[in-house]
C-alpha cells in the first residue's frame, strides 16, 4: 500500500491533527443525519403529552407543549391540535387563524376531508370573533409614529381597519420622537366591537427639539399643502389579521413599522401642533356602533332543529277514570222513600284502576331559535306507544342550554296520556244531601254481574307538568352545509299530573341537533 505523508505536511496539519480532523468531520456529518430524527421524536413526545394534558383540562400546560411540538415539527395533524387547544383555552381569534392556515396546508396536500374540516372549523369561529378597530386620525399621524397592540408595531395599513383578536383584556399604545407615549387598555367579550382612537400625542418636554420642527413654517400656512400631499409609504406590508401563524395570536401583527410619511408629513405635524397641548390624555376605549355579534353554533337567531328516537319506562298512577260506556251499569242507594237504583253514566261512576307500568317507544322533536352560543329556545314535543296498551303524547314551550359537552333544558309539558290497566271495579256517587242516609258513604259500587267487568281497560286523562333535558354531546360536526349540527344522547326525567292521578316517565333518547 502506497502512503502519502507530503499531503497532511502540504496542508500545514501533523498527522495525529489530521485524524482529528476527520473524527470532527464524521461526527458532523452524523449529528446532521441524526438531528431530524431526534427532533421528531421529541416533537412526537410533546405532542402525546399535550393530548394527554388537554383531556384532563390542563390546557394552560397543553397548549405550549403542543406548540413546541408543532415548532419542532410542523405537521398538519399537530396543527389541528393547536388550533383546538387554543379554541378550549377561549383564544378564539388564534384558533381562527389555525383553522385557516390548517386549511391551506391540507389544500397543499391534497388532504380534502381535513381541508373541508379545517374549514369548517373556522366558519363555526367567526360569528364569535372580538373585533377591535384601531384608528389613528390625520391630525395624530405624525412622522415616525408607532402604534403597538400588545407590544407588537400594528402596520400602519391596518390602521383603522376591524381586526379579530383574542377575548380578554389588551393594551394599545402609540409612540414618536419628541412625544409622549400614550396607552390604553381595553377588554373585549366574544362577539364584541370596539374601537379604540389613537390621540394626537403630548409634546415630550424632557427631549430636545427636532431641527426640521424648530424651522417650520407657521400651522395655518402649512395646513392646506397639507391636506392636499398624499400620504406615501402608509400602505406598509403587514400581512393582517389572518396571517399570524401558531400560536402567536390571530390579531395578526403587520411587520412594517408605521411606514414613512413622505412630503406632507411635516406640514401635518405642525397643524397638529395646536391639538397636542390639549390631549395629553388618552380618551377611554369607546364601543363602535352596531350590535355585537352573538355567538351560537351558527349566527345568532339562526333555526335550530333537533329530532330523535325515544324510549324508556311509562308509568301512570291514574287510579280512577272512565272505560268506554258505563251506562250498562246500574248503582243503588238510600233515599227517604226507600231504596233507589240509578243508572251510571260519566258523570256520576268512575272506574278504579291499579298503578300501570310498562316500557314505551317513540320520539321526540325540538325547534327553536338559538338566541346565543349557549342558549337554544323554542319548544319540544314528546311521544311515544305504551307496550301492552298505552300512549303518550306531549309538548310545550322548552330552554336549553349548553355546559361544554352537556346541554340541560327544562320543558313545561301538556298533552294526552293513556294507559291499559287492571280494572279494580266500578263505584257511583251518593249525592251529598243522601250522604247521611247512606252511612256517610260517598260512593257505592255498581250492581254489576260476576265477569261482567273488564280484566284490563285504556284510561286516559290529560295532564299537565314538565320535564328536565339532560343531552351529552357525542359528536359536534360543525360543517357550511345544512347538515351542521351535534350528535346528542338525551334523557327527559319527566313528571306530569293528571286529572285523577300522576304520570311519570323516563325516556332515554339519541338524536341529532341542526344548527
Known amino acids: 500500500m502506497l502512503s502519502f505523508p507530503w499531503r497532511s505536511s502540504r496542508l500545514g496539519l501533523s498527522r495525529g491533527a489530521a485524524r482529528r480532523a476527520r473524527i470532527a468531520g464524521a461526527a458532523l456529518a452524523l449529528a446532521l443525519a441524526v438531528s431530524p430524527g431526534v427532533a421528531f421524536a421529541q416533537a412526537a413526545a410533546l405532542l402525546d403529552e399535550g393530548k394527554a394534558l388537554m383531556k384532563k383540562g390542563k390546557l394552560a400546560e397543553a397548549c405550549p407543549k403542543i406548540e413546541e411540538s408543532y415548532r419542532l415539527s410542523p405537521r398538519s395533524a399537530t396543527l389541528l391540535a393547536l388550533a383546538t387547544c387554543h379554541e378550549k383555552q377561549g383564544k378564539l381569534a388564534t384558533a381562527w387563524s389555525e383553522y385557516i392556515d390548517l386549511s391551506a396546508a ?22 364569535r370573533l372580538p373585533r377591535l378597530t384601531v384608528s ?27 381586526r379579530p383578536i383574542d377575548p380578554g383584556a389588551h393594551k394599545v399604545s402609540a409612540s414618536a420622537p419628541g412625544k409622549k407615549t400614550w396607552e390604553a387598555s381595553v377588554t373585549i367579550k366574544r362577539g364584541e366591537r370596539k374601537a379604540v382612537a389613537v390621540p394626537a400625542l403630548a409634546r415630550d418636554g424632557s427631549a ?31 400581512k393582517g389579521a389572518a396571517a399570524p401563524g401558531p400560536g402567536k395570536g390571530a390579531a395578526g401583527t403587520g411587520k412594517g413599522a408605521a ?30 356602533p352596531g350590535p355585537s355579534q352573538g355567538a351560537s353554533p351558527g349566527h345568532s337567531g339562526s333555526f335550530v332543529l333537533e329530532v330523535g328516537a325515544a324510549g324508556g319506562l311509562l308509568v301512570g298512577l291514574m287510579d280512577s277514570g272512565s272505560f268506554g260506556d258505563l251506562s ?39 325547534v327553536g331559535v338559538a338566541l346565543s ?26 330552554a336549553s342550554m349548553r355546559f361544554g359537552r352537556l346541554w340541560l333544558g327544562l320543558t313545561g309539558l301538556v298533552g294526552a296520556v293513556g294507559q291499559q290497566a287492571k280494572v279494580t271495579g266500578v263505584k257511583g256517587e251518593i ?24 280484566e284490563t281497560a285504556l ?57
Not at 106 to 122: I, T, V
Not at 136 to 162: F, I
Not at 344 to 362: E, K, L, N, Q, T
Request: with cysteine; hydrophobic share 40%; proline share 9%.
Open 373 to 398: 352560543e349557549q342558549l337554544h329556545l323554542g319548544a319540544r314535543a314528546l311521544g311515544g306507544y305504551r307496550f301492552g296498551g298505552g300512549y303518550l303524547v306531549v309538548g310545550g314551550p322548552s
Open 106 to 127: 391540507a389544500r397543499k396536500e391534497g388532504n380534502k376531508r381535513l381541508e373541508a374540516d379545517a374549514k369548517a372549523r373556522g366558519a363555526r369561529l367567526e360569528p
Open 208 to 238: 430636545a427639539p427636532e431641527p426640521a420642527q424648530a424651522e417650520e413654517a407657521p400651522a395655518k400656512e402649512a395646513a392646506a399643502p397639507a391636506a392636499a400631499a398624499p400620504e406615501k409609504g402608509a400602505a406598509g406590508s403587514g
Open 328 to 366: 250498562a251499569y246500574s248503582y243503588s242507594y238510600n233515599v227517604p222513600e226507600g231504596e233507589l237504583i240509578a243508572p251510571c253514566d260519566d258523570d256520576v261512576c268512575h272506574a278504579s284502576f291499579d298503578p300501570a307500568i310498562g316500557p314505551f317507544v317513540g320520539g321526540q322533536a325540538f
Open 459 to 515: 284510561v286516559e286523562t290529560l295532564a299537565f307538568g314538565g320535564s328536565v333535558e339532560v343531552s351529552l354531546v357525542l359528536a359536534d360536526l360543525p360543517s357550511s352545509s345544512w347538515t351542521s349540527g351535534a350528535l346528542l344522547l338525551s334523557a327527559w326525567p319527566t313528571f306530569m299530573k293528571g286529572l285523577d292521578g300522576f304520570v311519570i316517565a323516563a325516556p332515554v333518547g339519541l338524536g341529532y341537533r341542526f344548527y
Open 136 to 162: 389613528v386620525p390625520r391630525a395624530t399621524a405624525v412622522e415616525g409614529l408607532e402604534v403597538t397592540l400588545d407590544g407588537a408595531p400594528l402596520d400602519s395599513s391596518t390602521w383603522g381597519q376591524a
Open 431 to 454: 249525592p251529598s244531601e243522601l250522604v247521611d242516609l247512606n252511612y256517610g258513604r260517598t260512593e257505592v259500587g255498581v250492581n254489576a254481574r260476576e265477569g261482567s267487568l273488564p
Open 259 to 288: 411606514g414613512s410619511r413622505k412630503g406632507a408629513a411635516a406640514p401635518e405635524e405642525a397643524a397638529a401642533a395646536p391639538e397636542e397641548a390639549a390631549q395629553a390624555e388618552a380618551p377611554p376605549a369607546a364601543e363602535e
